[in-house]
């Protein structure tokens, strides 16, 4: 991902300086930070360590920086879980994944892959000391939110 990225990076004109590095985020130090964007990282996160890596990110960001993050949603719900859930799965069989793939993703994330809840999120943000925390995007059981220093 690093090597197509740098590729990507190379044939735009405009883009600006960036470093891209493969690390352990919970090992990087985040310093003067005016945006930082987490996809779909801190799901991949034990549970116990995401206050702390979300107020590491915090204590780095500069006053007004903005930390855009994106995760998989669960549902305190059961059945808005499952709606969630199966429509994404009809969506990824209309663009051409089979049953099985789609049941092999699902195996290989199980117990590595561990959703919560919008209001967690938003929660810990809170905590950590974010002024202003939003959901701006959704679709199906997955949430972009922005919060500001």
Avoid at 8 to 20: I, M, W, Y
Wanted: net charge negative; with cysteine.
């Amino acid at each position: 991902m690093i090597a197509k990225a740098r590729d990507v990076l190379a044939e735009d004109e405009q883009s600006v300086p960036l470093e891209l590095r493969c690390a352990d985020i919970n090992q990087v130090k985040i310093e003067n930070a005016s945006v930082v964007v987490m996809n779909f990282t801190l799901q991949f996160i034990a549970p116990e360590l995401r206050q702390a890596l979300i107020q590491k990110i915090f204590d780095g960001m500069l006053p007004g920086g903005v930390l855009i993050l994106s995760e998989k949603l669960a549902f305190e719900d059961p059945r808005t879980n499952q709606f969630h859930i199966d429509s994404h799965h009809d969506f990824k069989r209309a663009n051409g994944y089979s049953d099985l793939e789609i049941s092999q993703k699902r195996s290989a994330l199980e117990k590595v892959l561990i959703p919560e809840t919008l209001s967690q999120h938003q929660s810990r943000l809170e905590q950590a000391g974010f002024s202003f925390v939003e959901k701006w995007y959704q679709c199906f059981n997955f949430v972009s939110m922005v919060a500001v220093k």
